[in-house]
């Protein structure tokens, strides 16, 4: 008996010892679960695109087999106009001094654009490469002025939010300089809303979904294709990443699940008080290395 009691407090601290490891184990554990679960904060992704040109098909969806092109696609000659060096380097010119001029405008006028030069535009951004010519674009153009309206009113709703909360103070701050802010007066007003849409995968005739290889990419070509087009037509427009109105968007427009939101291009002509910011562009030294 006396000897259980002197050595009682050794089982006590024996016993303590061994909850102390374990309690310090499980907290390790939890710790390491809650790192892993933890990822880190980048509020200016749109959750929808989140899939970007990561997005995997299931075996099972895919045919393997057969993509949509002939196993042998015809090669035709190709013939191409040769100019001069010099025409070449007053057409280089031409052009430069003609892009140079796109500016991002806010201030759209409400005055009617021809439909045929919008056709026009769509064709000439439809011209893009794309990977394995899979053409993973949707351009959905809105001049109903009431579905306008109820894009203006997602967008609005969703980039309060990101304004206030998703941004982060610094994108805020840079964006002043801009006077810009979740008020998109632009989406009523503009005739014409393009809305571009990056098809993350294709259907093929028996059902089977299709790959559609950098579609993020060959869709953001297709854009700038766009933008030049619409800069050549004399249109003018300001390209909006209405961050996480994807979603609600494509209900709207009744588009399907594969496609994703990727830009949103209100199209008219300046209005006569447009402002638009005193900026310059980098000089070429800055943006071009030769090797």
């Keep these: 008996m006396t000897l259980f009691s002197s050595l009682t407090p050794v089982f006590i601290a024996i016993i303590c010892v061994l909850i102390g490891v374990i309690l310090k184990k499980n907290n390790g554990e939890k710790e390491k679960r809650d790192t892993r679960s933890k990822t880190v904060s980048h509020p ?13 098909l299931e075996e099972e969806e895919v045919d393997e087999e057969w993509q949509g092109l002939d196993e042998n696609v015809a090669h035709v000659p190709f013939f191409a106009k040769r100019y001069s060096e010099a025409e070449m ?14 500016r991002s405008v806010r201030f759209l006028s409400d005055e009617p654009v021809p439909r045929e030069v919008i056709d026009n535009v769509i064709r000439t951004a439809g011209t893009s490469p794309s990977g394995a010519h899979t053409e993973p674009w949707t351009f959905v153009v809105v001049q109903d002025p009431d579905l306008k309206h109820k894009i203006r009113e997602i967008v609005e709703e969703e980039e309060e939010i990101n304004y206030k909360k ?11 300089r801009l006077r ?48 030049a087009a619409l800069q050549n037509a004399g249109l ?12 609600h968007l494509r209900t709207l427009l009744q588009r399907p699940a594969n496609e994703k939101l990727l830009l949103l291009l209100p199209v008219g002509y300046p209005r006569k008080d447009a ?14 290395v030769v090797l």
Excluded at 45 to 52: I, Q
Excluded at 209 to 216: D, L, M, Q, S, V
Excluded at 236 to 247: A, I, K, Q, R, W
Aim: proline share 5%; hydrophobic share 35%.
């Design 44 to 56: 200016w992704v749109d959750e929808d695109l989140k899939d970007g040109i990561d997005h995997h």
């Design 89 to 102: 380097i007053k057409r280089s010119q031409t052009f430069y001094e003609l892009l140079n001029k796109r």
């Design 166 to 176: 998703r941004m982060g103070d610094r994108w805020v701050s840079d964006l002043k």
């Design 180 to 227: 810009t802010n979740w008020i998109k007066e632009y989406l009523d007003t503009a005739p014409y809303l393009i809305l571009i849409f990056k098809q993350v995968y294709g259907s093929l005739p028996n059902g089977k979904k299709k790959t559609h290889y950098y579609n993020e990419i060959s869709v953001s070509i297709a854009c700038g294709i766009l933008l």
């Design 236 to 247: 003018y427009t300001v390209t909006t990443t209405p961050l996480n109105c994807g979603p």
């Design 275 to 288: 402002t638009v910011p005193a900026l310059t562009r980098k000089p070429l030294e800055d943006i071009m």
